[in-house]
């Protein structure tokens, strides 16, 4: 009986495109990567290394919050969920401002805006794939 969920899982995750998979892995990195930046938050705040307290509370509110709505996605985009489609985008789009963002200024910083840009617009793009935008039709 054991067997029967992991031959099932096996078989699911057979059926999907290994891009799309890679997509998904991106996509789940980013949401940890989320995470940790809103546990260092709360931590900063808890130590008392912020100048607002009101600010750094609702920015790690609207990290966290970010993070689970991210992980969300990359759980529905494993599950081939039609809702997951259109977020998955929205949140690469953002990913994508950031890292633009990241190249320019006085504290701009090119490694930060490369990886910030080139998982991003991989996951873009492979959403835009025709076998990709087939399966999601199709769930």
């Known amino acids: 009986m054991l067997s029967q ?25 980013q949401s940890v990567a989320l995470w940790g930046l809103a546990l260092w938050s709360l931590i900063s705040v808890l130590q008392g ?9 609702f920015l790690t509110g609207l990290v966290a919050a970010g993070a ?4 969300n996605v990359a759980l ?17 789009l953002l990913i994508v401002s950031i890292g633009v963002a990241s190249f320019g200024g006085e504290y701009g910083v090119v490694v930060i805006g490369l990886g910030l840009l080139v998982p991003s617009t991989f996951v873009f793009v492979t959403m835009l794939s025709k076998n990709v935008r087939l399966l999601f039709r199709e769930a």
Do not use: C, D, H
């Not at 290394?49 to 509370?57: F, M, Q």
């Not at 529905?76 to 690469?92: D, E, I, K, N």
């Open 5 to 29: 969920p992991t031959q099932e899982i096996n078989t699911q995750l057979s059926k999907k495109p290994r891009i799309l998979l890679l997509a998904v892995l991106i996509t789940a990195l």
């Open 68 to 71: 689970l709505f991210l992980s």
């Open 49 to 57: 290394n912020s100048l607002s307290l009101v600010s750094a509370a």
């Open 76 to 92: 529905g985009m494993l599950r081939l969920r039609r809702w997951a489609y259109t977020p998955s985008f929205v949140m690469q």
